[in-house]
């Protein structure tokens, strides 16, 4: 219990951040919560089962035209959220029972395929989602912006929260233990008895459920949504290079290289704009080269993350 309080401390600090008074600085309290979501979530298939999924754009996706459809019928957002993670966690397991017969290379692009799919579907299906033109989703409230500002903050606050004591919950399990087994040697886990193939459609379940249920929030965040927004493939790519910041197949470094990840772009955007992307890209490689096991590299943090 020890070894989490630093965890808890930091997402109790997180609380106080409305206390500033600005709306930029809670926007961007907003996306940092909302990306260390989708890293930890990730963390579940990419880092305790080790299959490299690029299906975290999708998850997003689904809950968000899930999420905004049902608020635009008239449901309450607090009701619209965990019914996005449902249909979210329905999706991937069905689909990873398919997919997970692949492995590697071959299991990642056919991942990475699904947000394709995903956005051509939203594109097409235009009396539905829009299509192109995108979908307007209401507010999540009729006051100021600082007001609905706060709102939206402790919302994905709260799905952070969630999603932190799920993955500590998981990495503890026997569930956890079995993704593990697969993790090292998956053919030694099959001979042993262990259903593979169950464990792993729970895991990319699993992995969909918060994913989705953020991209539902994200929806009523941003009030208007379009395929080529919510399937953006950065949506994939950022959570993976977050989890290898803070360290692959820990929640908690998975949380903090989010934290990281998204410290060092704000500073390279405001300080260096025209030379940012190039930059940032720079500083990442070096981290990974220089820290190969992420956060897990420094010594004291090893010894934490090794024993949370």
């Known amino acids: 219990m020890r070894n989490y309080l630093p965890l808890g401390v930091f997402l109790t600090l997180l609380l106080l951040l409305p206390l500033s008074g600005d709306s930029y600085v809670l926007r961007l309290g907003t996306i940092a919560c909302m990306y260390a979501v989708l890293a930890a979530s990730w963390n579940v298939v990419g880092g305790l089962a080790g299959y490299p999924s690029f299906a975290t754009a999708s998850f997003f996706g689904?809950?968000?035209?899930?999420?905004?459809?049902?608020?635009?019928?008239?449901?309450?957002?607090?009701?619209?959220i965990p019914a996005?993670?449902?249909?979210?966690?329905?999706?991937?397991?069905l689909?990873?029972?398919?997919?997970?017969?692949?492995?590697?290379?071959?299991?990642?692009?056919?991942?990475?395929?699904?947000?394709?799919?995903?956005r051509e579907v939203a594109n097409s299906a235009s009396g539905i989602t829009g299509g192109g033109m995108?979908?307007?989703?209401?507010?999540?409230?009729?006051?100021?912006?600082?007001?609905?500002?706060?709102?939206?903050?402790?919302?994905?606050?709260?799905?952070l929260l969630v999603t932190a004591i799920a993955g500590?919950?998981?990495?503890?399990?026997?569930?956890?233990?079995?993704?593990?087994?697969?993790?090292?040697?998956?053919?030694?886990?099959?001979?042993?008895?262990?259903?593979?193939?169950?464990?792993k459609a729970l895991a990319f379940g699993l992995s969909a459920v918060m994913c989705a249920m953020a991209g539902a929030l994200y929806s009523s965040w941003v009030a208007y949504i379009e395929p080529g927004d919510v399937f953006d493939i950065l949506y994939t790519v950022k959570p993976v290079v977050m989890a290898l910041i803070g360290g692959v197949g820990s929640t908690i470094g998975a949380i903090a290289g989010a934290f990281v990840y998204?410290?060092?772009?704000?500073?390279?955007?405001?300080?260096?704009?025209?030379?940012?992307?190039?930059?940032?890209?720079?500083?990442?490689?070096?981290?990974l080269l220089y820290l190969p096991r992420g956060l897990a590299s420094i010594g004291w943090l090893k010894r934490y993350l090794s024993h949370a």
């Open 62 to 80: 689904l809950g968000a035209y899930v999420g905004g459809l049902l608020v635009l019928r008239g449901w309450p957002l607090f009701l619209a």
């Open 84 to 93: 996005a993670g449902a249909i979210g966690f329905a999706f991937a397991f």
């Open 95 to 118: 689909f990873g029972v398919i997919l997970l017969r692949l492995k590697g290379h071959y299991f990642a692009i056919a991942s990475l395929a699904t947000v394709e799919v995903l």
């Open 134 to 159: 995108g979908l307007n989703v209401p507010r999540v409230a009729d006051i100021s912006v600082l007001g609905e500002a706060t709102i939206i903050y402790y919302a994905m606050w709260g799905l």
């Open 168 to 199: 500590l919950v998981i990495e503890k399990s026997k569930l956890g233990f079995g993704l593990n087994c697969i993790r090292l040697n998956e053919q030694a886990a099959e001979t042993s008895g262990l259903n593979t193939m169950i464990y």
């Open 262 to 287: 998204i410290g060092i772009e704000e500073i390279v955007w405001r300080n260096f704009l025209e030379i940012s992307t190039g930059l940032l890209g720079v500083l990442i490689v070096g981290l």
